[in-house]
């Protein structure tokens, strides 16, 4: 990829930090100015030198930079959005890191008008446990999968540029359209967490909660370490991609019925049959993946 | 506790191995006697020094052990405890340490007779994600929690032996009835089990299963990780603890239907507030437990 003069962050925590870090650390990037509604963060960002520049707005930041990261909260897109639409030059493009992407797109087209063609939507599959810039780490990207999900509308030279900065930083790219990304992230993590926080709410609100916890072991601890995420993101996430996990909670609805006519029929293989299913597939999984966060 | 002259182990592998050896460290058994049906684990115990001899049989191991140990697959229980009812003397006490314990103790009553006065069903809340003597060590059991559930006939002279072998290993012990042991664990551990296993599978019979877990994240990799425990043992928990797991089962469902409709609906504030119960109560959990196993 050619070389950016400037990158704008707009959202300076643990994402866009690690994205402004890892370009600059790959000689990718000339200048970073960041923008956050948090002034905190900006100016931890500043001390750590995650940015060089701390903007007073979403405009100004987005302002003569090559590159503009969207780094927010999925509600405060929009408005992001429509702030960097008309501040940005022609020829600059957009990126955002949201975990939904029909309703990104949908607001992008409604937000950026005439700049629509400039904006690149993607996700990055990486996180961790932590948030907020200080947990920014220009590694956090290497390796990890980062998806692309351009409109037909979408100008081929942007998502280029966009393509070439995630792999400049090690992610590794796949382009898909956003209807399948959201098909695919229903299955494999809003349906997941959803899950996780259906079983731990359930018995949170048990009398005898504390007891049942208190004999809870390391598997109950794994299945349900994703229950700790945000709930506003993962509320957010859920009702903005509503249709795709309405879809997999009902196909998963039909699994557990499955599972539950074999144990009260007592099929023994039955149930071994399926478990094994789950067993090999479980297995094929890729060790040493990193571990995930609210961030997926 | 008293010092024991002999233990006696049935089924010489993680768990029936770390036993002896977190035993014979803490200076409290004299000779371990083993016994597994697979001559190949019994030469390697010998070999590690985990047992000093190997029986030929069930009924050679239990003849004169202070304390019989019975550490195998469940669906053998019946069998073990049968030939070693006929076999120990009066004064010996049995422990086992099943994931589920009310089928244990029916099945107990029956094989012992006049000896289930000196059966202390167990469950060590411990295990690992490998198996096999190969992987046992006397720290296993620090820290852990242990459950007994002895009926109203066990005599209270075998229930302190078998609480103080597993006090002196390091081992939580905790006195509750089988049924509420099986309650509590077919909502902390079993039905975990089954919701990871019922995910897995329903994604690995698509079409599309290879790309979709392609994009799984650290986060779908830890909610899944008991999917791939042994689906001969979680079978068989799932049918010896029926009752009980179609109850957690239910609610379950009922609490998915909660979040279906709060999606449906698109009721933000409802869905954040049981997402925060849930990130609350996980929380809540203290952290830096041990991780799991099929063996919980």
């Known amino acids: 990829m050619r070389r950016l003069k400037t990158l704008a962050v707009i959202g300076v925590g643990l994402i866009g930090g690690s994205f402004a870090m ?42 003569g930079a090559d590159l503009v990261l969207v780094a927010v909260p999925v509600r405060a897109t929009a408005a992001v959005l429509r702030d960097v639409g008309i501040s940005i030059d022609a020829g600059a493009v957009i990126t ?12 992008a087209r409604n937000e950026l008008r005439e700049r629509f063609a400039r904006f690149v939507p993607g996700h990055p ?4 446990e932590t948030s ?19 409109d037909e ?53 048990r009398e005898d909660a504390a007891e049942l916890l208190g004999f809870a072991g390391g598997g109950f601890r794994d299945f349900t370490r994703i229950a700790a995420s945000s709930p506003e993101m993962w509320r957010d996430i859920a009702l903005q991609n509503r249709a795709a996990l309405l879809e997999e909670l009902d196909r998963y609805g039909a699994q557990l019925a499955v599972f539950r006519a074999l144990i009260d029929k007592g099929d023994a293989p039955g149930l071994e049959r399926l478990m094994n299913e789950a067993r090999t597939s479980r297995e094929s999984l890729k060790p040493g993946m990193r571990r995930g966060s609210p961030l997926e």
């Open 22 to 63: 890892a370009l600059r650390r790959a000689g990718a990037v000339t200048g970073v100015v960041g923008y956050d509604r948090d002034s905190s963060a900006m100016q931890l960002a500043t001390e750590l030198g995650v940015i060089d520049t701390a903007a007073d707005s979403v405009s100004e930041a987005a302002s």
């Open 96 to 107: 955002d890191v949201g975990s939904t992407k029909g309703e990104v797109v949908r607001t």
């Open 125 to 128: 599959i990486a996180g961790r």
């Open 132 to 150: 907020g810039v200080e947990s920014a780490n220009a590694d956090l990207f290497r390796g990890a999968r980062v998806v692309l999900t351009p």
């Open 153 to 205: 509308a979408t100008a081929a030279d942007a998502v280029e540029l966009v393509r070439g900065a995630w792999e400049a930083i090690g992610g590794r790219v796949a382009v898909m359209a956003p209807e399948e990304h959201d098909r695919v992230f229903a299955a494999v993590s809003h349906l997941p967490h959803l899950l996780a926080f259906a079983l731990v709410s359930e018995l949170a609100a």
